[in-house]
């Protein structure tokens, strides 16, 4: 099995800066994507940031110049820096990753638990 644990979430200002972080774990032979999403109360889960094939990076335009994504590959970890919080970046962030496991080669899509933004006007 493969684990995401999110972190690094909280209250701030607007304007404020948070980073997040996203440990993956387990049966993990390789990582070929991985992503932050987001969820707001009463909306559909959405794309913040991500790696995608080849290792380029795709941001929603909502967060572009201010939410920067990066990985540690010898570590399975991801973060994600928010800088220039917005009241409407307010949700449940996500993480997210496409993992071949040592267990037989299998693909699988995971999802961590979640981590609470607040931000504050």
């Known amino acids: 099995q493969v684990q995401l644990v999110e972190s690094g979430g909280g209250l701030v200002q607007a304007g404020g800066s948070l980073r997040l972080s996203c440990a993956a774990s387990?049966?993990?032979?390789?990582?070929?994507?991985m992503g932050w999403y987001r969820q707001a109360p009463g909306k559909q889960r959405e794309v913040v940031a991500a790696?995608?094939?080849?290792?380029?990076?795709n941001y929603a335009d909502s967060v572009k110049g201010r939410f920067t994504i990066s990985r540690d590959n010898a570590k399975n970890t991801m973060f994600l820096q928010m800088n220039s919080l917005k009241p409407e970046d307010t949700a449940v962030y996500y993480c997210?990753?496409?993992?071949?496991?040592?267990?037989?080669?299998?693909?699988?899509?995971?999802w961590g638990q979640g981590t609470q933004v607040t931000v504050s006007s």
């Open positions: 997210n990753a496409v993992v071949v496991t040592t267990t037989g080669g299998k693909l699988g899509i995971y």
């Open positions: 790696f995608i094939s080849g290792g380029s990076t």
């Open positions: 387990g049966s993990i032979f390789s990582i070929s994507a």
